[in-house]
């Protein structure tokens, strides 16, 4: 398979466990250039890794898979996130926080408010690759269950994280403090304290890339609205930085 332009080979060891790799964003033969040759995932216990309350199937298989693709892209300044990657204006705009707060149901209403105007790259797990001068969100297998993706490869504009709480409101976020919230979004398989220091200079790298914003958010659209105004201005108006 091809993950953000790297070649990766894996064996699982059910039969099923390639359903979950049926959405191939990059053709194989699409592969970057200088990253033809493909990299191998060895074989592994997928079920004693993860937990052993965890059934051994092919979900447990999968999950496990995810984190150790992730580790694999990694040497090539490539990592898997967990989150919502929005393409807006020819940018991307990375929705994250815990499963169930709601970045879903934030991404609908964005596009049910401004019909038109967002795509979206991945509605999971999309791949973030550092590049010189820019980070460029890329599209992955693993889209969440509505399935949601399509829009083109970008470059990162900045980073949304999303919240519970009283009510809607919209405030710049510091780099250390988007950091303790932001870390738990990169998938890895925690291996080794190296995968684990080089998982955090990629998300330092990356939190100092762009801007950071935390939407609390209470209801929607009043929330959505939030966004609309600062993040995503209408025609006219000026964005807010």
Known sequence: MTLAGVRLHCRPRFADTHRYFLTNPEPVGCADPELREP?????RDWAGILS??????????FSA???????????????????????????AYLIFGPSGVGKSTQAKKLQQLRPGEFGIISGDRPAAELRQD???????????KENWHGAEAAP??????????PENRLEPLSEDAAALYFFPSCFTSGADEATLRRVAEFATRLLQAVPKWRLT??????????????????PGKKEAT
Request: aromatic share 8%.
């Open 39 to 43: 990299v191998s995932i060895p074989d």
């Open 52 to 61: 052993t309350n965890m059934p051994d199937c092919a979900h447990t298989e």
């Open 65 to 91: 898979l995810v984190n150790y693709c992730s580790d694999a892209l990694l040497p090539f300044d490539r990592i898997l996130l967990h989150g919502v990657a929005l393409r807006w204006q020819d940018r």
């Open 134 to 144: 820019q980070i460029l969100i890329r599209p992955s297998f693993w889209n969440g």
């Open 156 to 165: 990162l504009a900045a980073l949304i994280q999303l919240i519970r709480g």
């Open 217 to 234: 958010t209470n209801q929607v659209p009043g929330s959505t609205e939030l966004l609309l105004e600062s993040v995503f201005p209408a």
